[in-house]
T-cell receptor
Framework: NAGVTQTPKFRVLKTGQSMTLLCAQD?????MYWYRQDPGMGLRLIHY???????AKGEVPDGYNVSRLKKQNFLLGLESAAPSQTSVYFC????????????FGEGSRLTVL | KQEVTQIPAALSVPEGENLVLNCSFT??????LQWFRQDPGKGLTSLLL?????REQTSGRLNASLDKSSGRSTLYIAASQPGDSATYLC?????????????FGKGTKLSVKP
């Protein structure tokens, strides 16, 4: 079972460049999330989606945009990358909220020079 | 604002020991609490999910308890093994069940020595 798949797994960008991280889940989950994980800061929620066509801001949304055009995909975009966005990004999904269990992808390591 | 704290930040034990990891949260109005495991360079794997109405959950050698009134949860690992070495994180979902406000602790890094 694929579960939650993130692409790419590694990427190096120069300041000002743009890129998109793709998250795909094959579990028919309604909820999807993007987190970033930084040393000493733990996991912080960037954006999330409660269903196809919907998105909402999390704790640290500035500098990021997201889209959920298809239920199985959740895209995270950086329009103009900054060194402060160097991080490991995790996508997660969950079924309807009454179970609450999260399923995570393996992460995407982004370095902005 | 909900804050989740995990103590200790790191723990090293010999193989075979029973151990307890602690998680505390400042706002007792939670929907559920989850414990995760993260291996180096990997994503998080959900270990146990405790709904706010429950007191504990068990899976194999793992037992998680929840005391909402005191804002505490513990993860008990019995007969630890080197394969248990990983970082363990707890996370709480705020009351109302909004999936947008899952708050994570910073984790406890566990090392089990053979």
């Amino acid at each position: 079972n694929a579960g939650v798949t993130q692409t790419p797994k590694f990427r190096v960008l120069k300041t000002g460049q743009s890129m998109t991280l793709l998250c795909a889940q094959d579990m028919n989950h309604e909820y999807m999330y993007w987190y970033r994980q930084d040393p000493g800061m733990g996991l912080r929620l960037i954006h999330y989606s409660v269903g196809e066509g919907t998105t909402a801001k999390g704790e640290v949304p500035d500098g990021y945009n997201v889209s959920r055009l298809k239920k199985q995909n959740f895209l995270l975009g950086l329009e103009s990358a900054a060194p402060s966005q160097t991080s490991v990004y995790f996508c997660a999904s969950s079924p309807l909220r009454n179970t609450g269990e999260l399923f995570f992808g393996e992460g995407s390591r982004l370095t902005v020079l | 604002k909900q804050e989740v704290t995990q103590i200790p930040a790191a723990l090293s034990v010999p193989e075979g020991e029973n151990l307890v990891l602690n998680c505390s949260f400042t706002d007792s109005a939670i929907y559920n609490l989850q414990w995760f495991r993260q291996d180096p360079g990997k994503g998080l794997t959900s270990l146990l999910l405790i709904q706010s109405s429950q007191r504990e959950q068990t899976s194999g050698r793992l037992n998680a308890s929840l005391d909402k009134s005191s804002g505490r949860s513990t993860l008990y690992i019995a007969a630890s093994q080197p394969g248990d070495s990983a970082t363990y994180l707890c996370a709480v979902t705020g009351a109302g069940g909004s999936q947008g406000n899952l708050i994570f602790g910073k984790g406890t890094k566990l090392s089990v020595k053979p």
